[in-house]
């Protein structure tokens, strides 16, 4: 699937929301070590846990096959993609 660099955009942000409820989450149950969780929060976790891993391996694929087809390092768009995602009013690169 061809993306562009709009739509990476798109799945960083989507990515970063998943971790974000992760990170929620952890901070709303507490570590693990610091007492048991229920089952209701274990489930909690590892369904959000599973779903950031997701959208963030999604990103990365789509990243890698962006950077293949445009001939630019791999690197360089991701740390385009992540100053896009979280700085909106930088302009896009040109490519």
Not at 40 to 69: I, L, M, N
Not at 72 to 84: G, M, P, T, W
Request: charged share 30%; hydrophobic share 35%.
């Amino acid at each position: 699937m061809t993306h562009t660099f709009e739509d990476l955009v798109g799945l960083q942000l989507e990515a970063d929301e998943a971790h974000t409820w992760v990170l929620e989450l952890r901070d709303t149950f507490g570590l693990p070590e610091s007492g048991p969780w229920s089952e209701e929060q274990t489930a909690a976790y590892e369904g959000a846990w599973c779903h950031w891993r997701g959208r963030a391996w999604k990103t990365q694929e789509a990243v890698t096959s962006f950077a293949k087809e445009e001939g630019i390092s791999r690197y360089e768009v991701e740390a385009d993609l992540r100053k896009r995602a979280r700085h909106p009013e930088v302009p896009a690169p040109a490519s």
